[in-house]
């Protein structure tokens, strides 16, 4: 008899140690935006420079912004130095009679002649630039990006159905790990390496979709659509705002993008279109606005 209990209960165990594995393999399924967690971009106390460049139209915007530093500080250093010189040189003290010189066609020529060289070297970089971000051509995927007082939306164009809202994370929700005015509740995930072009337009008012380490700022203009376009080079989380006054909770639609490698992206989009639309709803809006308060606002 104390055999076959003892067997009973083993039986019993080894079932309920199965059932414990097979609950904690659902449990562990693997996050398809895990590898978007190794690399975090978000400001930092202090910071004064640019984020670190994701994408290479944010490096061009660096180098630009550079060179056209340096030579402005040489502008600057030349004519402090000069009028330094002339203060010194030609004052009154050590030049009792003045010079009567108006003219010296030398002068004149190298003064019209350089400034023209220094608008032509800061000119041609800077238009090849504009057309190099203009070239939105033969991307590997399209997202349309809506503004909405006071969230975003995305829509995956090549993912009938993918299309849901995000909004920011209310402080008093903030968990570890998460980045308060920042994080937010359903991030836009995209493919590392591939090329991506944002339409982006309204639903409301103007907002502006702003990602300042990939090199994209568009207005979100109610009526019409902007596009703009980025390649990630690395995974990780990026972060952006609404940089256009858009009304009470302007500041609570910022943007989050967990960027990873292009099967997990692929994975995603399996989970995210069976989470979503799970209910018959592809859009999980789950306002942390307070209803009342969204209410009277609109009012
Ligand atoms: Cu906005």
Redesign the pocket.
Do not use: E, S
């Given at each position: 008899m104390a055999a076959v209990e003892l067997a009973c209960m083993l039986a019993l165990a080894a079932g309920m140690a199965m059932l414990g594995h097979a609950a904690l393999a659902q449990g562990a399924a693997p996050d398809p935006t895990a590898a978007a967690n190794g690399y975090v971009d978000a400001p930092h106390d202090w910071q004064i420079w640019f984020p670190e460049a994701g994408s290479p139209m944010q490096a061009r915007i660096d180098w630009l912004m550079k060179y056209v530093l340096w030579i402005m500080a040489g502008v600057v250093a030349f004519v402090t130095i000069l009028m330094g010189y002339v203060m010194i040189r030609f004052r009154a003290g050590r030049n009792p009679v003045p010079s009567r010189t108006t003219h010296n066609t030398v002068i004149e020529i190298v003064w019209i002649a350089v400034p023209c060289l220094i608008l032509v070297a800061i000119i041609v970089p800077s238009v090849d630039l504009i057309y190099y971000e203009a070239d939105d051509a033969n991307p590997y995927m399209t997202v349309t990006v809506t503004?909405h007082?006071?969230y975003w939306e995305y829509s995956y164009n090549a993912v009938p159905g993918l299309d849901y809202s995000s909004y920011m994370i209310p402080d008093a929700r903030i968990r570890p790990g998460e980045i308060r005015r920042l994080s937010v509740d359903h991030p836009l995930v995209l493919p590392v390496g591939e090329k991506i072009r944002f339409v982006i337009t309204s639903a409301d008012?103007?907002?502006?979709f702003y990602l300042p380490s990939l090199g994209v700022q568009k207005y979100?203009i109610p009526g019409t659509s902007l596009t703009s376009w980025t390649i990630i080079r690395k995974p990780g989380t990026y972060y952006g705002q609404?940089n256009?006054?858009?009304?009470l909770w302007?500041d609570a639609?910022p943007i989050e993008i967990k960027a990873v490698p292009l099967q997990d992206y692929l994975a995603w989009t399996k989970t995210a279109l069976a989470k979503y639309a799970s209910d018959g709803v592809s859009r999980p809006v789950s306002s942390p606005m307070p209803r009342n308060l969204l209410a009277a606002a609109t009012r």
């Open positions: 503004g007082q006071w008012v103007l907002h502006g979100a609404c256009q006054i858009c009304g302007h639609m």
